[in-house]
Every structure is written in C-alpha cells, then in structure tokens.
Nanobody, 118 residues
C-alpha cells in the first residue's frame, strides 16, 4: 500500500523558516514527481512546488519563488520543502503529492499544518 508521510509542520513567526519532509513507502513504481500543495481555510488546494524524478527539475508557484526550495533524496524516496521568509499568507495545510510518470496514478499525503504568526 502506497503511503506518504509528511512531517515538519508547526507554528513559526513571520520571517521564520520551516522544513517539511515527505517520505514515500509501499510503492513499486520508480519514476515519479514529488510535489507540495497547500490549502488555507476556505480556499482551494493550490500548487506550491514540484520536483521531477529525472533531472530534478523544479517548478514553483509565483507566490513562493525565491523563498521556498524543493529537493528530493531518491535513495530515501523523500522530498523536502525548505520554506524561508515565511509570511502569514503561507499558513495552511501542506499536502505532499506524488505523480507517477507515464501514468494517471497519483497519491496524496494526509497533510501537515503550517501556521505563521504575525
């Protein structure tokens, strides 16, 4: 059974940093993108960042460019999201997402809360 386990959320003051982790387990596929989405109260789930499986190419939402950095450790099947210069607008539940290359299969983590206080 494929599982995504997120960690690293919490409460931080504006201007602070957090690092989220997402570990993938129970999978048999070997080529997959890993990404992060976030959802604020009353809002839709929005794309934050994604990193590819091959060349580790990464893409970011405009709102986080220059502040967030996504990376992955393929040996551990783990993705990381380093979040710097956090603002209250970054508050929300952050969800890890895996998209299987060449397939419509995808998986979601349960989400981790990030709260940025002003």
């Amino acid at each position: 059974q494929v599982q995504l386990r997120e960690s690293g959320g919490g409460v931080v003051q504006a201007g602070g940093s957090l690092r989220l982790s997402c570990g993938l387990s129970g999978h048999t596929f070997t080529k997959f993108d890993m990404g992060w989405f976030r959802q604020s109260p009353g809002e839709e789930r929005d794309f934050v960042a994604v990193i590819g499986w091959g060349d580790d190419s990464s893409f970011y939402a405009d709102s986080v460019k220059g502040r967030f950095a996504i990376s992955r450790d393929n040996a551990k099947a783990t993705a990381y999201l380093q979040m710097n210069s956090l603002t209250p607008e970054d508050t929300g539940v952050y969800f890890c997402h895996v998209g299987v290359d060449g397939s419509s299969d995808d998986y979601w983590g349960q989400g981790v809360q990030v709260t940025v206080s002003s």
